[in-house]
């Protein structure tokens, strides 16, 4: 009977990747209260480069209105050639949680962007930042 009666509410999660090109994703996993509910994972790491092979955009679910846990995951893998090919060894991850609070139709918005400026260490500079608000 869940759900039936119209009492499950629209979340969106929108990915704004905002990093620049010497970073690429590898996965993208959101949690709700620690159960996986949206994963990407690159499969072909040579043609993810290739074709931008990215994370949806914009992923709906439907949830009872509520208090939630959210979580999200980012792996960075680095996208270089040359003298700083090195950086394709790197794998970076950034973890970020939010209690949230689904009332109406919310949306929550994960940015992932660079910070730090041109000094900062290359596996430093990759950061999420979580937001929630009505849509």
């Known amino acids: 009977k869940e759900g039936l ?5 629209t979340l969106i999660i929108a990915f704004k990747n905002e ?3 010497r970073y690429l994703v590898d996965s993208v996993t959101y949690r ?3 159960e996986i509910i949206y994963q990407y994972v690159t499969e072909d790491r040579a043609a993810a480069s290739i074709t931008k092979n990215t994370p949806e955009k914009q ?3 439907k949830v009872v209105p509520g208090p939630y846990n959210f979580e999200v995951q980012v792996i960075y893998r680095g996208n270089d050639s040359g003298v700083f090919s090195y950086v394709k060894d790197y794998r970076i991850t950034r973890e970020e949680k939010m209690a949230i609070d689904v009332k109406k139709s919310n949306q929550i918005t994960v940015n992932a962007f660079e910070s ?3 000094f900062a260490d290359f596996k430093d500079r990759p950061q999420l930042q979580i937001s929630q608000g009505l849509n």
Do not use: A, I, M, Y
């Open 5 to 9: 009666d119209g009492s499950r509410k």
């Open 19 to 21: 990093l620049g090109k």
């Open 32 to 34: 709700l209260n620690g």
């Open 59 to 61: 992923f709906e679910t």
């Open 116 to 118: 730090g400026g041109v």
